[in-house]
């Protein structure tokens, strides 16, 4: 199977099933001296992982990442990295009873079509059980970004359904209103607009007692980023970054800045107006509103970087749905084992690491086209 490796300057590559021994990245181009330790990637992959509250799948898994190559001395070496983390929990009885049904809205059926044979158990490598090493390599990403000019992705929850948070200003968003509420307690759902969080709690609720599911929005923001990333065609910044969304489970959208709301503005009311804020060497050029999301021409302008995935609803339902079997005969199912109400909240970890990784591969090849040749 191809198409495992992702990034130029600063690329992954990972392998691993759901209901395999376990999944693992490996990344090329990580610059040396980046202190790293499996500490360091407990912390998202603790946002990642199942289990993590009532609201999202029951399967019990640490996630327990194993360093195998690339770090001494709790700094990185400048050589390739490999993370391991290790699959506990896997019931694959629960899909001996599907594995001839083509399960609807899952890639059971185009997996078939593409190689002639399958893992069912769970999705295989179509699982979102893979997303667990492209968050470790996020990890190691945003330390590149923050280290190289202080920047940071920060993601949250903007829609659950139909409730839809108010968030005035993206970029002021910090990771302690996402991840905790006013009292102190977890905001299991990771939406920053505090009022809404006990509605889609409400909702998602309701959704899985109905043996069903629901769907949303995530919003995903990065700040300090400087001008100048990305490239004018095909490797455009905005292009790079949908692809790295699009390759996530259940992204079935992105857009970026105001995105589909520019279809009924008017020139005059989209374009973003520049100024100058500043005096001497310090003076930096900026927009004083941000449609654009931080990206013209695919090239960073140095403001926020704004973008929004639409997540679908989880295919795997406990109702019955109408099917066919792999010969093609007609048949209903039902979609036993642990399985997100929504998948919303544990999605903000996994958009964040797609972010900081493309951020922190175009950061390095503009570096080395900035200062190889300086004017």
């Known amino acids: 199977m191809s198409g495992n490796s992702f990034g130029q300057a600063f690329r992954v590559t990972t392998a691993g099933e759901s209901h395999g021994p376990g999944n693992v990245v490996v990344i090329d181009g990580c610059p040396a001296g980046i202190p790293l330790t499996v500490e360091d990637l407990l912390v998202d992959l603790g946002r990642r992982k199942p289990g993590q509250s009532h609201i999202v799948t029951q399967r019990n898994e640490a996630d327990e990442p194993e360093i195998l190559a690339g770090v001494f001395e709790g700094e990185t070496t400048g050589t390739s990295i490999a993370i391991l983390v ?83 200003d993206p970029s002021a ?40 599911s629901i769907g949303g929005v995530s ?27 699009f390759s996530l489970p259940a992204v079935l959208g992105v857009e970026y800045g105001v995105g589909f709301g520019c279809a009924t503005l008017r020139g005059s009311e989209n374009n973003d107006a520049f100024f100058a804020e500043g005096a001497g060497a310090a003076r930096r050029v900026q927009t004083r509103t941000n449609r654009h999301g931080g990206m013209l021409g695919g090239i960073s302008s140095g ?27 007609p048949t209903t199912i039902r979609t036993r084992g642990r399985h997100d109400p929504c998948l919303l909240p544990r999605f903000v970890p996994m958009g964040e690491a797609m972010v900081a990784l493309v951020l922190a591969d175009h950061w390095l090849r503009w570096c080395a086209q900035k200062y190889a040749f300086p004017r």
Do not use: W
């Not at 905790?180 to 969080?197: E, F, T, W, Y």
């Not at 109702?319 to 792999?326: A, G």
């Open 303 to 329: 403001m926020p970087i704004v973008l929004r995935a639409a997540i679908k609803p989880t295919s795997s339902l406990p109702r019955e749905q109408e099917t066919v079997t792999t010969s093609s005969e």
């Open 86 to 168: 290790r699959n506990q929990d896997q019931k694959s009885r629960d899909y001996d009873a599907i594995k001839d049904k083509y399960r609807p809205g899952h890639a059971d059926f185009t997996f078939d079509q593409k190689y002639g044979r399958r893992d069912y158990r769970g999705g295989g490598r179509s699982s979102a059980r893979e997303t667990v090493a492209r968050v470790a390599a996020g990890v190691v990403a945003k330390k590149v970004l923050e280290r190289g000019f202080g920047g940071r992705v920060v993601g949250y929850v903007k829609q659950v359904g139909d409730i839809v948070a108010q968030v005035d």
């Open 173 to 212: 968003v910090t990771l302690a209103q996402v991840e905790k509420l006013p009292d102190g307690g977890p905001n299991i759902v990771r939406c920053p607009d505090h009022a809404c969080v006990p509605r889609m709690i409400e909702l998602i609720e309701t959704l899985r007692k109905d043996q069903d």
């Open 219 to 245: 919003e995903l923001v990065a700040t300090g980023v400087p001008a100048g990333l990305g490239e004018p065609v095909f490797d455009k910044l905005k292009a790079d970054l949908a692809k790295a969304l």
